[in-house]
C-alpha cells in the first residue's frame, strides 16, 4: 500500500507532514512522492494566500476524476478557513485538524483503509493528556539526517487584521518544555547540525501558561546549556517571533551561547505607521527599528530576514515609501515580499482590496529591488573572508558543487567540492558574491 502526501505552505505545516507520515507509515503505508502510485493520497493545505488554497482545489479535481480508475482515498489537513473547510468536506474522503492526529487510523478505517499495525507504532508511547498537544508526542519521521524542525508552540492570538492563521489553527498552546528539550536533546545526540524552533508567535511561548511554564527567552536559554554540555557542534534558529514579544532579554540570551544561530526573522509587514495599526500589529515603527538596534548592539554579525506585504486595503504610495524606507535603512539580508490577499474570515476582507494585481506587482518589485541592492552590500563585504558553511547538498545547477548556508542563512555555492561533505561544516572562503547569494571555495 503506497500513500503520497502533498505538503504546502510553511515549515509549520512541513513539520506537522513529519508527523503525520510517521502514523501512515506505523499503519504499513509506503511514502511515495509521486501521486499516481497511491493509492492514499493527501494534502496537507496552507490558507495564508489564496493562490495556495487554488491548489487544493485543483488537486483534489484531478484525484477525484483518478477515483473513476482505480481505489482511491484522499484527505487533507493543515490550514483550512472554516469557507473551504465545508466545501472540503464534500470532496474529500476526510478532513482533520492536526490534533486528531492520534485518531487518524481509526478515521482511515471508517473510509476503508486497511492497515496492519507495526510493533514500532508511533502510538505506543502516546498518553493523552491534553487533545491540543498530544499530538506532538508522535514521533515525527524527520525529512532530514541534519536540519531538524522542532514545534514549540500552535496557533495564534494576534489576530492581525489580514491573516487566516487565527482561524486555521486556532488559539496559542505552547508545547511543554520538558518534551520540546527533550526532542532537541535526542536531535542533539544524534548529530543532527540544524535545528530550528517554530511556531506562529515563537516569542509568545509559555505566556498561555504563565507561572506553569517557562519563558521564550528562558526556554533559548535552556537550549543553549544543552547545547554547551553536549561539546557538539549545531546551530539553533525560530520562526516567526513577533516585534510586539521581541525583549531584549530574547537578543541576549542568543549572544551568550554559541549554538543559537545568529540570523533573525523579524516580520515587518509594513512600515507605515497607520498601516501598520489597521493591520493590527500593535507595535510601532520606532519599536521595531529599536529592536533592529538591539540586534546590531548585542550581535553584531547577525543577518536579518523579514516579511513584508504590498498592496494592504488603501495602501496610498506614500505609506508603500514608508515601507521602502524601512527597507532601506534596516537593510535586510533577505525578505519574503507577498501581494496582499484578502482571507475570507480575517477582518480586512470586508475592506476593499483597491491595489490593483499591476500596482501590487510593481511594488513587489520595488522592494525586491531594494533587497538585492541591501544583500549585495552584506554579501560583497564577505568576499575574502572565511566562513562555516553547513553544506547541505550537492548543487542542482552544477554536478562538482555543493550548496550550503552559513550561520546566518546566507546561500553559498562551494564549488569543487564532493559530495560526501553534505551534512557537515566546512570553512569556506567566500570568493563572490551576487545579490542573493555567495559563491566559495574550501578553505
Ligand atoms: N506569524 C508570522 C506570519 C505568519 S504568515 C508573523 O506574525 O509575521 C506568513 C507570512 O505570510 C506573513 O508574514 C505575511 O507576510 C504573509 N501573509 C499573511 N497573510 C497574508 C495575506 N492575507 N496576504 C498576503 N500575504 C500574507
Ligand atoms: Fe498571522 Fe499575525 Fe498571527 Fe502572524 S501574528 S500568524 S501574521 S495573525
Ligand atoms: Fe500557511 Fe498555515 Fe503556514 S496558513 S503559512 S501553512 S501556518
Same mark, same amino acid.
Request: a negative charge.
Given at each position: 500500500?503506497?500513500?503520497?502526501?502533498?505538503?504546502?505552505?510553511?515549515?509549520?505545516?512541513?513539520?506537522?507532514?513529519?508527523?503525520?507520515?510517521?502514523?501512515?507509515?506505523?499503519?504499513?503505508?509506503?511514502?511515495? @512522492?509521486?501521486?499516481?502510485?497511491?493509492?492514499?493520497?493527501?494534502?496537507?493545505?496552507?490558507?495564508?494566500?489564496?493562490?495556495?488554497?487554488?491548489?487544493?482545489?485543483?488537486?483534489?479535481?484531478?484525484?477525484?476524476?483518478?477515483?473513476?480508475?482505480?481505489?482511491?482515498?484522499?484527505?487533507?489537513? *493543515?490550514?483550512?478557513?472554516?469557507?473551504?473547510?465545508?466545501?472540503?468536506?464534500?470532496?474529500?474522503?476526510?478532513?482533520?485538524?492536526?490534533?486528531?492526529? $492520534?485518531?487518524? #487510523?481509526?478515521?482511515?478505517?471508517?473510509?476503508?483503509?486497511?492497515?496492519?499495525?507495526?510493533?514500532?507504532?508511533?502510538?505506543?508511547?502516546?498518553?493523552?493528556?491534553?487533545?491540543?498537544?498530544?499530538?506532538?508526542?508522535?514521533?515525527?519521521?524527520?525529512?532530514?539526517?541534519? @536540519?531538524?524542525?522542532?514545534?514549540?508552540?500552535?496557533?495564534?492570538?494576534?489576530?492581525?487584521?489580514?491573516?487566516?492563521?487565527?482561524?486555521?489553527? *486556532?488559539?496559542?498552546?505552547?508545547?511543554?518544555? +520538558?518534551?520540546?528539550?527533550?526532542?532537541?536533546?535526542?536531535?542533539?545526540?544524534?548529530?543532527?547540525?540544524?535545528?530550528?524552533?517554530?511556531?506562529?508567535?515563537?516569542?509568545?511561548?509559555?505566556?498561555?501558561?504563565?507561572?506553569?511554564? =517557562?519563558?521564550?527567552?528562558?526556554?533559548?536559554?535552556?537550549?543553549?546549556?544543552?547545547?554547551?554540555?553536549?561539546?557538539?557542534?549545531?546551530?539553533?534558529?525560530?520562526?516567526?517571533?513577533? #516585534?510586539?514579544?521581541?525583549?531584549?532579554?530574547? =537578543?541576549?540570551?542568543?549572544?551568550?551561547?554559541?549554538?543559537?544561530?545568529?540570523?533573525?526573522?523579524?516580520?515587518?509587514?509594513?512600515? @507605515? +505607521?497607520?498601516?501598520?495599526?489597521?493591520?493590527?500589529?500593535?507595535?510601532?515603527?520606532?519599536?521595531?527599528?529599536?529592536?533592529?538596534?538591539?540586534?546590531?548592539?548585542?550581535?553584531? %554579525?547577525? %543577518?536579518?530576514?523579514?516579511?513584508?506585504?504590498?498592496?494592504?486595503?488603501? +495602501?496610498?504610495?506614500?505609506?508603500?515609501?514608508?515601507?521602502?524606507?524601512?527597507?532601506?535603512?534596516?537593510?535586510?539580508?533577505?525578505?519574503?515580499?507577498?501581494?496582499?490577499? $484578502?482571507?475570507?474570515?480575517?477582518?480586512?476582507?470586508?475592506?476593499?482590496?483597491?491595489?490593483? $494585481?499591476?500596482?501590487?506587482?510593481?511594488?513587489?518589485?520595488?522592494?525586491?529591488? =531594494?533587497?538585492?541592492?541591501?544583500?549585495?552590500?552584506?554579501?560583497?563585504?564577505?568576499?575574502?573572508?572565511?566562513?562555516?558553511?553547513?553544506?547541505?547538498?550537492? @548543487?542542482?545547477?552544477?554536478?562538482?558543487?555543493?550548496?550550503?548556508? %552559513?550561520?546566518?542563512?546566507?546561500?553559498?555555492?562551494?564549488?569543487?567540492?564532493?559530495?560526501?561533505?553534505?551534512?557537515?561544516?566546512?570553512?569556506?572562503?567566500?570568493?563572490?558574491?551576487?545579490?542573493?547569494?555567495?559563491?566559495?571555495?574550501?578553505?
Amino acid at each position: 500500500m503506497k500513500c503520497c502526501v502533498v505538503t504546502l505552505g510553511c515549515q509549520m505545516n512541513q513539520s506537522d507532514s513529519e508527523r503525520i507520515r510517521s502514523v501512515i507509515e506505523g499503519m504499513g503505508f509506503e511514502m511515495v @512522492d509521486t501521486e499516481e502510485e497511491a493509492s492514499l493520497i493527501g494534502v496537507v493545505a496552507c490558507s495564508v494566500r489564496q493562490k495556495a488554497i487554488d491548489k487544493v482545489y485543483s488537486k483534489i479535481r484531478k484525484w477525484n476524476q483518478w477515483k473513476n480508475e482505480k481505489p482511491l482515498v484522499t484527505f487533507v489537513s *493543515g490550514c483550512i478557513l472554516p469557507a473551504d473547510e465545508e466545501k472540503f468536506l464534500k470532496q474529500f474522503d476526510l478532513v482533520f485538524r492536526m490534533n486528531e492526529l $492520534p485518531d487518524l #487510523p481509526d478515521m482511515l478505517h471508517q473510509c476503508g483503509v486497511a492497515s496492519e499495525f507495526s510493533a514500532k507504532h508511533p502510538f505506543n508511547d502516546l498518553h493523552r493528556e491534553d487533545e491540543r498537544t498530544d499530538f506532538w508526542q508522535i514521533d515525527p519521521t524527520y525529512s532530514s539526517d541534519f @536540519d531538524a524542525f522542532v514545534p514549540i508552540q500552535n496557533g495564534c492570538d494576534k489576530f492581525c487584521s489580514y491573516c487566516a492563521v487565527p482561524y486555521t489553527r *486556532g488559539r496559542e498552546v505552547s508545547r511543554a518544555s +520538558e518534551d520540546i528539550l527533550a526532542e532537541v536533546r535526542r536531535l542533539v545526540e544524534r548529530g543532527v547540525k540544524a535545528i530550528t524552533l517554530l511556531g506562529q508567535n515563537v516569542n509568545s511561548y509559555g505566556l498561555d501558561k504563565k507561572g506553569q511554564e =517557562i519563558s521564550f527567552a528562558q526556554l533559548l536559554r535552556k537550549v543553549g546549556e544543552l547545547g554547551q554540555a553536549s561539546g557538539k557542534e549545531f546551530w539553533v534558529y525560530f520562526t516567526s517571533p513577533h #516585534p510586539r514579544d521581541m525583549t531584549r532579554d530574547v =537578543i541576549e540570551a542568543i549572544a551568550d551561547y554559541d549554538c543559537l544561530a545568529k540570523q533573525i526573522h523579524l516580520p515587518l509587514q509594513s512600515g @507605515d +505607521e497607520k498601516l501598520l495599526r489597521r493591520m493590527n500589529r500593535n507595535h510601532s515603527i520606532e519599536d521595531y527599528l529599536k529592536i533592529v538596534d538591539d540586534i546590531r548592539e548585542l550581535l553584531p %554579525t547577525a %543577518t536579518l530576514f523579514t516579511d513584508i506585504i504590498v498592496g494592504f486595503s488603501g +495602501e496610498t504610495d506614500e505609506q508603500f515609501e514608508n515601507s521602502a524606507k524601512v527597507m532601506e535603512r534596516v537593510g535586510y539580508n533577505m525578505a519574503y515580499v507577498a501581494k496582499y490577499s $484578502p482571507r475570507v474570515g480575517a477582518r480586512s476582507a470586508r475592506w476593499e482590496d483597491d491595489i490593483s $494585481p499591476q500596482l501590487k506587482s510593481e511594488r513587489l518589485a520595488r522592494l525586491s529591488e =531594494i533587497l538585492k541592492r541591501t544583500s549585495k552590500a552584506h554579501n560583497d563585504a564577505m568576499v575574502g573572508k572565511t566562513y562555516r558553511v553547513l553544506i547541505e547538498r550537492v @548543487d542542482p545547477r552544477m554536478a562538482s558543487a555543493l550548496s550550503g548556508r %552559513t550561520e546566518g542563512k546566507l546561500p553559498v555555492r562551494v564549488v569543487d567540492a564532493p559530495a560526501e561533505l553534505v551534512g557537515t561544516f566546512q570553512e569556506v572562503e567566500i570568493t563572490s558574491a551576487s545579490e542573493l547569494s555567495l559563491t566559495g571555495r574550501l578553505a
